[in-house]
């Protein structure tokens, strides 16, 4: 199954620090929030392979979308280091946000069970 392609519909609404790639929540046009990773190619089409494998495999996975985050979508204050505008010129790989699963990883985090994950 085809990832769908949506765009963002406000601005990014946060950051998340895990001490790698510096992921973002974004508003899709579904209406629904995405944890979406911007960089590098190479990485991006490993992140869509593999959630194609968890869908093929029945196993449990979030919804996925790949996200054209639109200029005026992306804050200056958040520019520098590995956010830069021309990450966003593709679409991103968006993971569907979830509160839940965000509470329990922070917990790892904070215990040291993992390190430098993405949801």
Not at 1 to 14: A, G, K, V, Y
Request: charged share 20%; glycine share 6%.
């Amino acid at each position: 199954m085809m990832l769908p392609l949506l765009q963002s519909i406000t601005e990014i609404s946060r950051v998340i620090e895990t001490g790698g790639s510096r992921p973002v929540v974004v508003l899709g046009s579904d209406v629904e929030d995405y944890v979406c990773k911007y960089d590098y190619k190479n990485k991006l089409i490993q992140e869509v392979i593999a959630h194609q494998w968890l869908q093929s495999w029945d196993l449990p996975f979030l919804p996925g979308a790949l996200i054209k985050i639109r200029e005026e979508h992306i804050p200056s204050k958040i520019l520098g280091g590995l956010i830069q505008i021309a990450n966003f010129e593709k679409p991103a790989f968006g993971l569907k946000y979830s509160e839940a699963l965000s509470n329990i990883i922070n917990i790892y985090l904070m215990n040291g069970v993992v390190t430098n994950r993405f949801y």
